[in-house]
């Protein structure tokens, strides 16, 4: 197999917040702040240590937040270097070597679900590519200054699979709460449980949200969305699809923190450990 290594990250941030109003009504999402930086922001920064130089953001309502933490602001710059607080202006400047592009997520049927702004991206995505796909309310901090997508990547091109994904140890006593991953006898992804109890659950692996995936992946993710559904459109209902179709996916254990900023509590507690640990306050 000839792996192309991706240049492409997916990151979807659309949506409305529902589960962090009132604020999330006038503060998008993914600019909730973790510590001094939007939480958006530690994704983009993995992703660019792990050699990504075009993401795609999935936006709704025009994400004029985002845009702007991602643009350059001339008058605060200059206001800045006449100050001589040349570390914060270095710090407000946006990412160099990546570009940046926002795309509107398609509802046409009013769908919704993590596979819909995916599917939303299908333009972008070449047959012969590879693209990195993160869902934008939570991140893996890594203390040591690596990478967790760099290393998934890497994983994936040293045993040849088709694709990879990012799980997470959790405690036995939280497994309850999330989507527990199975292996198969290879260790490959084989699929996942939702919110086992501990007797049942196949591991203590959670699902991070965390993919890399090929061109191919979006003929999967058109049946799916082409498929009536009942419920939420899950992009781990595609998942399950392409493992059905022989397709073989590397569970990646992550080093990093995982910080899971989608609720109060989960983002309070994300805050608190930065904090604690005098990680990146900038």
Known sequence: MNFVKPTKAIIPVAGYGTRRLPVAKSVEKCMMPLLNRPIVDYIVEDCIKAG???????????????????????????????????????????????????????????????????????DIVEPDENVVIIMGDQTLYREDGGSDVADMIASVMSEQTNAGMVAVPVPDDQVQYYGIIAKDDSGHFSHI????????????????????????????????????????????????EFVADNHTIKVFEAKGKYLDCGNLEGWVEANNYMLEHKLDNK
């Open 193 to 240: 449980v939702e919110k086992p109890s501990l007797d049942v659950a196949p591991s203590n692996l959670n699902n991070a949200s965390i993919y890399l995936v090929p061109g191919s992946f979006w003929q999967y993710v058109q049946k799916d969305m082409d498929t009536p559904h009942s419920h939420e459109y899950y992009i781990t209902d595609v998942l399950n």
């Open 52 to 122: 990504i130089t075009d993401i795609y953001f999935v936006i709704t309502n025009g994400a004029p937040q985002l845009k702007s933490y991602y643009a350059t602001s001339p008058v605060l710059e200059e206001y800045l270097s006449k100050k001589g607080a040349f570390e914060q202006l270095e710090a407000i400047k946006p990412p160099q070597n990546v570009n940046f592009h926002y795309v509107q997520q398609e509802q046409p049927n009013g769908e919704y679900g993590t596979t819909v702004p995916i599917w939303s991206c299908r």
